[in-house]
């Protein structure tokens, strides 16, 4: 697994490879000449993106390039239907963006959860990936678990550098804690995690038990004493 960090708000991009020479692209982001760069390290790799997974339906979660090439860009039912609805919405809040990619700014389909209500088991050429889907942070929110490595990829939470974001819903708190009752098991056996902005961690347990101190905080009306820096 490789994990590059773009400039704005510390934001990862992760590529999981496959023993193969694919690789699977978790949220790349975020400026065009970075993901331009993720590109030319691909290249000079020897690898070839299989797949792409986009955690959530937030417009730097998004993103894509030609480059990384015409191959299925999955995402839970939630994320899916949010990204075709609102992508004139998405694209204004991006911003100014060049116009040949902006037809790719949410262009991904739906994973369908395992028949027996198991979580749903990412369809790529690569190493199992897991989907663990939950309403944390936002509606479909998606976190992605490689059991043989242990790595959790937690999307836009268990960050060491952004407190927790309840966003949208009728009651974005409760939300927020039963996301994190659902990561639970997998933080317990996470060898790492990784956030969707900041750093990769061995710290998942510490990191989830922080976020609940916050979120516990904010049910209760109080304002959370926390050193993290929101960057958006």
Same mark, same amino acid.
């Given at each position: $697994?490789?994990?590059?960090? !773009?400039?704005? +708000?510390?934001?990862?991009?992760?590529?999981?490879?496959?023993?193969?020479?694919?690789?699977?692209?978790?949220?790349?982001?975020?400026?065009? =000449?970075?993901l331009? /760069?993720?590109a030319?390290?691909?290249d000079?790799?020897? @690898?070839?993106?299989?797949? !792409?997974?986009?955690?959530?339906?937030? %417009?730097?979660?998004?993103?894509?390039?030609?480059? %990384?090439?015409?191959?299925?860009?999955?995402?839970?039912? &939630?994320?899916?239907?949010?990204?075709? /609805?609102?992508?004139?919405?998405?694209?204004?809040?991006?911003?100014?963006?060049?116009v040949?990619?902006?037809?790719?700014?949410?262009?991904?389909?739906?994973? &369908?959860?395992?028949?027996?209500?198991?979580?749903?088991?990412? #369809?790529?050429?690569?190493?199992?990936?897991?989907?663990?889907?939950?309403?944390?942070?936002?509606?479909?929110?998606?976190?992605?678990?490689?059991? &043989?490595?242990?790595?959790?990829?937690?999307?836009? $939470?268990?960050? =060491?550098?952004?407190?927790?974001?309840?966003? +949208?819903?009728?009651?974005?708190?409760?939300?927020?804690?039963?996301?994190?009752?659902?990561? &639970? #098991?997998?933080?317990?056996?996470?060898?790492?995690?990784?956030?969707?902005?900041?750093?990769?961690?061995?710290?998942?347990?510490?990191? @989830? /038990?922080?976020?609940?101190? %916050?979120?516990?905080?904010?049910?209760?009306?109080?304002?959370? =004493?926390? #050193?993290?820096?929101?960057?958006?």
């Open positions: $697994m490789l994990v590059a960090t !773009g400039r704005r +708000d510390t934001t990862t991009s992760t590529v999981v490879v496959s023993p193969g020479g694919g690789c699977l692209l978790v949220d790349p982001a975020w400026e065009v =000449d970075e331009e /760069a993720l030319d390290d691909l000079d790799l020897g @690898l070839r993106p299989a797949a !792409g997974l986009s955690t959530h339906a937030h %417009f730097d979660h998004l993103l894509w390039h030609h480059r %990384f090439g015409d191959v299925p860009r999955w995402a839970s039912a &939630e994320t899916a239907r949010r990204a075709a /609805a609102g992508q004139d919405a998405i694209l204004d809040e991006l911003g100014p963006w060049r040949d990619l902006q037809a790719l700014v949410g262009r991904v389909r739906a994973v &369908e959860p395992g028949a027996d209500g198991s979580a749903a088991i990412l #369809p790529w050429p690569g190493p199992r990936v897991e989907l663990l889907v939950h309403d944390g942070h936002i509606p479909g929110h998606t976190a992605a678990w490689l059991p &043989e490595q242990r790595i959790l990829l937690a999307g836009d $939470m268990l960050s =060491d550098v952004e407190p927790p974001l309840p966003e +949208d819903g009728p009651d974005p708190v409760a939300a927020y804690a039963r996301g994190l009752d659902a990561l &639970e #098991p997998l933080v317990r056996r996470a060898a790492w995690v990784v956030p969707g902005h900041g750093h990769p961690g061995q710290d998942a347990a510490a990191r @989830l /038990a922080h976020d609940r101190r %916050f979120v516990e905080a904010l049910a209760a009306g109080r304002t959370p =004493d926390d #050193p993290c820096v929101t960057v958006g």
